[in-house]
């Protein structure tokens, strides 16, 4: 019934787009009359518009996803909630990321003159709005900033040749292809194993927890903060690494002071059980989707934005006519587009995110949007750009991975207990392993202890394990989804590149 709705409603989608669109041709009557070739302005213009909906589409998506996948908060009102804050930070925190999608990526110096510029801001935009758009019409979550980089690169290195290319810039951005989701799921699953040890593994899982989550969230808060002073509120603010984190830590010192008493004493009355636990973690989750979601507005507004207004300036030399300063404006089109596109047609992806990668609940999903602000800072400090797109779909596949290795791993400890009771009898054997799966955490591993020390057979040859491996590995991860994002994140920057550069081409 729901679906058949959605499908219903489907065609509004596209009604409500267009009208966005038809929107900002009106306005851009408004501001480029006085320049000769108004048309390819407005059109540029729209281009920028259309791009702005495809991030919203593809990319705005990834900061909710786990919360919708762990049912913290329904789809409808997460896009909502994520379209305000996506808005809000594209438009308040912007205008200070743009400067690199202008000019950082390939030298405009090189060109000929004003018009070559607008032909390959142009084609960029088109190319890679189009391939975000097959992106999203695929359920595959890719890197719009790796897009539009390939899109730039594409148009400029059709015109000048390999010189023309900032090789510096592509370089870090290439790396940061490998470092965002190894680093990401990385710190994603030794969160989810920290987590799992200090709480999820102990006798008393509620007041494990009510030691344990104060310090967390004032962890999260420490990184969070840090994070938005790098990344979200520059145009405001301007700090350095080392004075992000030392005002992070005293707010997150603060948070953890203030919480601690309220949370202990509402965790002595919550029942003994995993379910329980978890849903200490919504408020927290909420407010991090939220500010994740402010930080990516202000960040990737700019892959919308940069070259319109790189189009807007060379077309001001061209025709010799002042231009009054038009960022609001643009800005407004891509706050606006990023949040409509996430609304209108982020479906796809919040569920690609959510729950075609790996099954997720509160507790993994904290694991996954706290990974994403902790790796930025650690790439912050090694001067390395990455990917929020990336880092968030690689902390997923680390979750994933790392619930694979402990249920494999656990299924053969349970072989091996089998095998160490060989001789018994059987129903002896099964009432003997069903009470090691009943016991706690702290009592499996004095029994293991116990075994190991009285019995050689309780080891296994590196051979033998590795066969076991194979026949009770449990794939937590779904091979499809991971192969199709792999091969997506590989072809981005050249098949966006290939795109824009005949787009330029049949231009010229």
Same mark, same amino acid.
């Given at each position: 019934m729901l679906k058949a709705t959605h499908q219903a409603l489907y065609p509004m989608n596209h009604v409500l787009a267009l009208l966005f669109l038809i929107g900002i041709v009106a306005t851009s009557q408004l501001f480029f009359s006085g320049i000769n070739e108004n048309g390819m302005m407005i059109l540029a213009a729209v281009l920028g518009g259309y791009m702005a909906l495809n991030i919203g589409a593809n990319d705005a998506g990834n900061n909710i996803g786990p919360l919708v996948g762990s049912a913290v908060i329904g789809l409808t009102g997460a896009m909502l909630f994520a379209a305000l804050f996506e808005a809000a930070g594209a438009f308040l925190a912007g205008d200070e990321v743009i400067s690199t999608i202008k000019q950082g990526i390939i030298d405009t110096t090189q060109f000929r003159d004003s018009e070559t510029i607008i032909r390959v801001m142009f084609s960029a935009m088109l190319g890679s709005a189009i391939w975000l758009n097959i992106a999203t019409l695929t359920g595959t979550p890719v890197s719009t900033t790796h897009t539009i980089v390939g899109g730039v690169l594409g148009a400029g290195m059709t015109v000048g040749g390999m010189a023309v290319a900032n090789w510096n810039t592509i370089a870090t951005i290439t790396a940061s292809w490998l470092i965002s989701p190894l680093l990401g799921g990385f710190i994603a699953a030794v969160l989810l194993y920290l987590i799992k040890r200090t709480i999820t593994y102990q006798d008393n899982m509620s007041k494990a927890a009510g030691k344990a989550l104060p310090l967390l969230v004032g962890f999260m808060t420490w990184t969070f903060t840090s994070y938005l002073?790098? =990344?979200?509120? =520059?145009?405001?603010w301007r700090v350095d690494l080392q004075t992000a984190l030392i005002c992070g830590f005293m707010i997150g010192l603060g948070v953890y002071l203030v919480i601690k008493p309220s949370i202990v004493q509402r965790t002595a009355l919550l029942p003994n059980t995993k379910s329980a636990v978890n849903r200490l973690f919504n408020m927290p989750l909420l407010l991090a989707a939220g500010l994740l979601s402010f930080a990516h507005g202000s960040n990737?507004?700019?892959?919308?934005?940069?070259? !319109?207004?790189?189009?807007?300036?060379?077309?001001?030399?061209?025709?010799s006519v002042y231009q009054p300063n038009l960022s609001t404006w643009m800005l407004l089109i891509g706050a606006m587009g990023i949040a409509l596109g996430l609304v209108l047609y982020g479906k796809r992806l919040i569920k690609t995110i959510g729950s075609e990668i790996t099954e997720l609940d509160q507790v993994r999903a904290f694991c996954i949007v706290t990974s994403v602000t902790i790796t930025v800072l650690l790439a912050s400090q090694l001067g390395l750009p990455v990917s929020s797109t990336h880092t968030a779909v690689g902390a997923v596949f680390g979750i994933g991975f790392l619930r694979e290795a402990l249920k494999t791993n656990y299924a053969i400890l349970l072989e091996t207990l089998r095998r160490h009771q060989q001789g018994q009898n059987q129903a002896e054997i099964e009432h003997f392993i069903s009470?090691?799966?009943?016991?706690?955490?702290?009592?499996?591993? %004095?029994?293991?202890?116990?075994?190991?020390?009285?019995?050689? %057979?309780?080891?296994?040859?590196?051979?033998? %394990?590795?066969? !076991?491996?194979?026949?009770? %590995?449990?794939e937590f991860v779904k091979r499809s989804t991971f192969i199709r994002i792999m091969l997506a994140w590989f072809v981005t920057v050249p098949a966006t590149g290939m795109l824009t550069s005949l787009i330029y081409l049949l231009l010229d």
């Amino acid at each position: 019934m729901l679906k058949a709705t959605h499908q219903a409603l489907y065609p509004m989608n596209h009604v409500l787009a267009l009208l966005f669109l038809i929107g900002i041709v009106a306005t851009s009557q408004l501001f480029f009359s006085g320049i000769n070739e108004n048309g390819m302005m407005i059109l540029a213009a729209v281009l920028g518009g259309y791009m702005a909906l495809n991030i919203g589409a593809n990319d705005a998506g990834n900061n909710i996803g786990p919360l919708v996948g762990s049912a913290v908060i329904g789809l409808t009102g997460a896009m909502l909630f994520a379209a305000l804050f996506e808005a809000a930070g594209a438009f308040l925190a912007g205008d200070e990321v743009i400067s690199t999608i202008k000019q950082g990526i390939i030298d405009t110096t090189q060109f000929r003159d004003s018009e070559t510029i607008i032909r390959v801001m142009f084609s960029a935009m088109l190319g890679s709005a189009i391939w975000l758009n097959i992106a999203t019409l695929t359920g595959t979550p890719v890197s719009t900033t790796h897009t539009i980089v390939g899109g730039v690169l594409g148009a400029g290195m059709t015109v000048g040749g390999m010189a023309v290319a900032n090789w510096n810039t592509i370089a870090t951005i290439t790396a940061s292809w490998l470092i965002s989701p190894l680093l990401g799921g990385f710190i994603a699953a030794v969160l989810l194993y920290l987590i799992k040890r200090t709480i999820t593994y102990q006798d008393n899982m509620s007041k494990a927890a009510g030691k344990a989550l104060p310090l967390l969230v004032g962890f999260m808060t420490w990184t969070f903060t840090s994070y938005l002073l790098i =990344k979200g509120v =520059k145009t405001s603010w301007r700090v350095d690494l080392q004075t992000a984190l030392i005002c992070g830590f005293m707010i997150g010192l603060g948070v953890y002071l203030v919480i601690k008493p309220s949370i202990v004493q509402r965790t002595a009355l919550l029942p003994n059980t995993k379910s329980a636990v978890n849903r200490l973690f919504n408020m927290p989750l909420l407010l991090a989707a939220g500010l994740l979601s402010f930080a990516h507005g202000s960040n990737d507004v700019a892959n919308a934005i940069g070259p !319109l207004i790189a189009i807007k300036e060379a077309a001001a030399i061209t025709n010799s006519v002042y231009q009054p300063n038009l960022s609001t404006w643009m800005l407004l089109i891509g706050a606006m587009g990023i949040a409509l596109g996430l609304v209108l047609y982020g479906k796809r992806l919040i569920k690609t995110i959510g729950s075609e990668i790996t099954e997720l609940d509160q507790v993994r999903a904290f694991c996954i949007v706290t990974s994403v602000t902790i790796t930025v800072l650690l790439a912050s400090q090694l001067g390395l750009p990455v990917s929020s797109t990336h880092t968030a779909v690689g902390a997923v596949f680390g979750i994933g991975f790392l619930r694979e290795a402990l249920k494999t791993n656990y299924a053969i400890l349970l072989e091996t207990l089998r095998r160490h009771q060989q001789g018994q009898n059987q129903a002896e054997i099964e009432h003997f392993i069903s009470q090691f799966d009943q016991s706690t955490f702290s009592e499996k591993g %004095r029994l293991l202890t116990k075994l190991d020390a009285s019995d050689s %057979r309780i080891k296994l040859s590196k051979k033998e %394990r590795k066969s !076991l491996q194979k026949l009770y %590995r449990h794939e937590f991860v779904k091979r499809s989804t991971f192969i199709r994002i792999m091969l997506a994140w590989f072809v981005t920057v050249p098949a966006t590149g290939m795109l824009t550069s005949l787009i330029y081409l049949l231009l010229d």
